[in-house]
Nanobody
């Protein structure tokens, strides 16, 4: 059974930083493109950032220059470093794996940014 386990969410003031982590099984991580998505109350889930197996990255326009996605293939863990956080970044953040094993989601971690 594929498991994606997120951690690192919490409450932070505007302008602050958080780092999210997503631990995955080794095979799933190596053979999947990984990503972070988020869903705010009353809104659809949206892409935040992706990191491909080959190291390419992609970001939503709303987080470019503030968030950084990275992969540690040794651990294996996906990270999302979030800086200069804004109240509109408040959402549940989900880790995603998309590869030969299929598409999988983590349970989500809450990020709340106060103004």
């Amino acid at each position: 059974q594929v498991q994606l386990v997120e951690s690192g969410g919490g409450l932070v003031q505007a302008g602050g930083s958080l780092r999210l982590s997503c631990a995955a099984s080794d095979n799933v991580f190596r053979l999947s493109n990984m990503g972070w998505y988020r869903q705010a109350p009353g809104k659809q889930r949206e892409l935040v950032a992706t990191a491909t197996r080959r190291g390419g990255t992609n970001y939503a326009d709303s987080v470019k220059g503030r968030f950084t996605i990275s992969r540690d293939n040794v651990k294996p863990t996906l990270y999302l470093q979030m800086n200069s956080l804004k109240p509109e970044d408040t959402a549940v953040y989900y880790c995603n794996a998309d590869g030969i094993f299929g598409i999988y989601w983590g349970q989500g971690t809450q990020v709340t940014v106060s103004s």
